[in-house]
């Protein structure tokens, strides 16, 4: 089975911290991503990896940052978090046998759930 | 950018009757996939549905799709308490997906 971790839970922090959320995979997926989900927002994609050094980003961007040295691991990184931050963070990998049609299967990672006060 | 809109927002049933809930698109799409979300937690993938299929069954999962009407329906058929959860609706033609808002169904026991 695919495992998809996320380093905690559950996190609360202060506003103006350097926060670290981490991921990691096991099944050797090329393709990373990072979402937030907010009520009545649905899932946003922040920023994605389609490999080890390699970055996109997504539809929101800004304030994030990632970082992916090893293949397993993606990292999202608040550089100094802001009270509009809280949110559920959601890690998700996929590849490297596309579904028919063309398209992937992502598989999430539980969520970590951030206040920033 | 958000693709899809699931409709309803949410909705609530009794087990054993079943619950349809629904998603728009805007643009064109090889194939839509549907995921379920239980309560604080990850999503995990329920379907694929391709854009040159119709109609697509998966235990007691059904999904349509309607090109034409940029549109796709899940049913879930004899819903039971374990199916309370979110359920997205996820386009993207190449390794990214963009999920819908979502539809959040209850079902009373």
């Known amino acids: 089975d695919v495992k998809v971790t996320q380093s905690s839970r559950y996190l609360v922090k202060r506003t103006g911290e350097k926060v670290f959320l981490e991921c990691v995979q096991d099944?050797?997926?090329?393709?990373m991503f990072w979402y937030r989900q907010d009520p009545g927002l649905g899932l946003r994609l922040i920023y994605f990896?389609?490999?080890?050094?390699?970055?996109e980003k997504g539809d929101i961007p800004e304030g994030y940052s990632v970082s992916r040295e090893k293949k397993e691991r993606f990292s999202l990184i608040l550089e100094s978090a802001s009270t509009n931050q809280t949110s559920m963070y959601l890690c998700?990998?996929?590849?490297?046998?596309?579904?028919?049609?063309?398209?992937?299967?992502?598989?999430f990672g539980p969520g970590t759930r951030l206040t920033v006060t | 950018s958000q693709q899809g809109e699931e409709d309803p927002q949410a909705l609530s049933i009794q087990e054993g009757e079943n619950a349809t809930m629904n998603c728009s698109y805007k643009?064109?799409?090889?194939?839509l996939q549907w995921y379920r979300q239980n309560s604080g937690r990850g999503l995990v993938h329920l379907i694929l549905?391709?854009?040159?299929?119709r109609e697509k069954h998966s235990g007691r999962l059904r999904v349509t799709l309607d090109t034409s009407k940029k549109s796709s329906s899940l049913l879930i058929t004899a819903s039971r308490a374990a199916d309370t959860a979110s359920y997205f609706c996820?386009?993207?033609?190449?390794?990214?997906?963009?999920f819908g808002t979502g539809t959040r169904l209850q079902v009373f026991p």
């Open positions: 998700a990998s996929s590849g490297p046998v596309p579904l028919a049609g063309g398209s992937y299967e992502q598989y």
């Open positions: 099944m050797d997926h090329e393709n």
């Open positions: 990896s389609y490999d080890v050094k390699m970055k």
């Open positions: 643009t064109s799409i090889n194939n």
């Open positions: 549905i391709r854009s040159n299929e």
């Open positions: 996820a386009t993207g033609n190449t390794d990214k997906l963009i």
